[in-house]
């Protein structure tokens, strides 16, 4: 859409992808459509929102495959390519199997006695969905004998860590895609990362639900000494917890506002949830390897809870029209059975918590002399609550007074009269014709976030 800042951002990257492609002699080609002009298009492949990727193989006009790689130049054409060619390389004896396993840092081999077979099909479509690995195949005999195999199995090879993890592929069962990826995805990467630039994408992309967080100093030698422990530590979770390495003093000090830390603070240890960003602390920081075998198995099992943060509250909290809640605050405001309460989840870099900036506070003016309705708003940056888990900026949550302790999210649009309409309405819109959005500010999309930053994100019709 030509409104679109999604669009927009992508717009330079979708074209230098598309110059990639086309100077490679690629078969792949890239196109855009105007879904705001080509309405029939863009109401046949069900376009909901800005903006959305499809590849179309074959001629097939039914069933084009939704893009589900990267949305920068590199990550569209290696997407491309592995769909245009084929996704894994076949090896067809022993010394380009050994050239193969050499030429990168992580490869994954299949080893499949019929490259026909279901088995194989899986692991050639896994092999076209991470494009950020390199996949080959082989069926000859003196390659499995090679490797030392009799049986069809999945290698993983890196020049790290163990160097090879097998992965046998079940007789009975044989592959699961979804399985095999998350298996992958987990192995692929050290066993203790650290987070820098260039790994933070893995770090997030691998999907590992839990993230172990050891702060150092990195130019404190005893402080380094310290990632003995953590390391050893390691290798019991592989695939459920995520041991990472952050330099207070380096590429990691950006993200220390983030769980309430500065640099004064390392060495100390969190435990991350990532699916809610819940964070975990020992009582006190011990640094050997049992102790923190003990503290995680605790917190997988449920036994610890979470550490939230909050700001402090403004001196003038409660005498503005719109009232500034923190975590320390949220419970006796939000759930006062005697008030109806509307309440703006934010975080303060936000383009479209900004963008309603002024109808929010124009709200808190018209409804300050109310006795049972208050506005209120929460940096959800800085304030974590524990049976509420923000997803994307800014979401809206209506309280209504009385017993229950219950919750309305707010839906509609973003302006002075229907938030206005909600609240005289009880919390509910009057049953009318829903408008239509002439201009991208009356939108509900929302940015999304991730743990630390944001993450792609498309304008919603």
Excluded at 129 to 157: H, K, P, Q, R, W
């Amino acid at each position: 859409a030509p409104w679109c800042g999604h669009c927009q951002r992508l717009a330079p990257a979708f074209a230098q992808a598309a110059a990639a492609l086309k100077d490679e002699s690629s078969p792949a080609r890239l196109g855009k459509v105007d879904a705001t002009a080509q309405t029939a298009l863009a109401s046949e492949f069900g376009i909901t929102s800005y903006p959305t990727l499809k590849l179309f193989r074959d001629g097939n006009r039914t069933h084009p495959l939704a893009y589900t790689g990267r949305m920068d130049a590199k990550g569209i054409v290696r997407w491309m390519e592995r769909r245009a060619g084929p996704s894994a390389t076949l090896l067809q004896d022993a010394d380009t199997a050994a050239a193969f396993v050499g030429s990168q840092d992580v490869v994954v081999v299949g080893f499949f006695k019929d490259l026909e077979s279901e088995a194989a099909q899986v692991f050639y479509e896994v092999a076209g969905e991470m494009v950020d690995m390199t996949f080959g195949v082989a069926e000859a005999a003196e390659v499995f004998e090679a490797y030392g195999l009799s049986a069809n199995t999945i290698c993983l090879f890196k020049k790290f860590d163990e160097g090879r993890t097998d992965f046998p592929v079940d007789p009975a069962q044989g592959l699961d895609a979804a399985e095999l990826t998350q298996l992958l995805r987990a192995h692929k990467l050290e066993l203790v990362m650290e987070f820098t630039n260039e790994t933070s994408d893995h770090i997030f992309g691998a999907k590992i639900p839990h993230h172990m967080l050891l702060f150092l100093n990195m130019s404190s030698s005893g402080q380094l000494a310290l990632r003995d422990g953590f390391r050893a530590a390691a290798g019991t979770f592989r695939g459920k917890v995520l041991f990472v390495v952050v330099d207070v003093a380096g590429y990691g000090a950006d993200v220390l506002p983030f769980f309430g830390l500065t640099p004064a603070d390392a060495p100390t240890l969190r435990l991350v949830k990532m699916e809610n960003n819940r964070k975990y602390q020992m009582d006190q920081d011990v640094f050997s390897d049992t102790a923190i075998r003990t503290f995680v198995q605790a917190v997988l099992d449920g036994k610890v809870k979470p550490r939230l943060l909050s700001a402090e509250p403004p001196e003038d909290w409660d005498t503005r029209p719109v009232k500034v809640l923190v975590g320390k605050t949220f419970e006796q405001v939000a759930y006062d059975e005697t008030k109806n309460v509307f309440v703006k989840f934010y975080a303060p870099w936000c383009s479209h918590c900004q963008a309603m900036a002024a109808a929010w506070e124009e709200l808190g003016e018209r409804y300050k002399d109310h006795e049972d309705i208050v506005i209120a708003e929460l940096d959800a940056t800085a304030n974590e609550l524990e049976n509420i888990t923000i997803h994307g900026f800014p979401t809206l949550h209506y309280f209504p007074a009385g017993p229950g302790r219950k919750m309305v999210e707010y839906k509609s649009n973003r302006d002075v009269e229907t938030f206005s309409k909600f609240l005289e309405n009880g919390g509910t819109l009057p049953e009318e014709p829903p408008a239509v959005p002439k201009t991208p500010e009356n939108s509900t999309g929302r940015e999304e976030t991730s743990p630390l930053g944001t993450a792609e994100s498309r304008d919603e019709l």
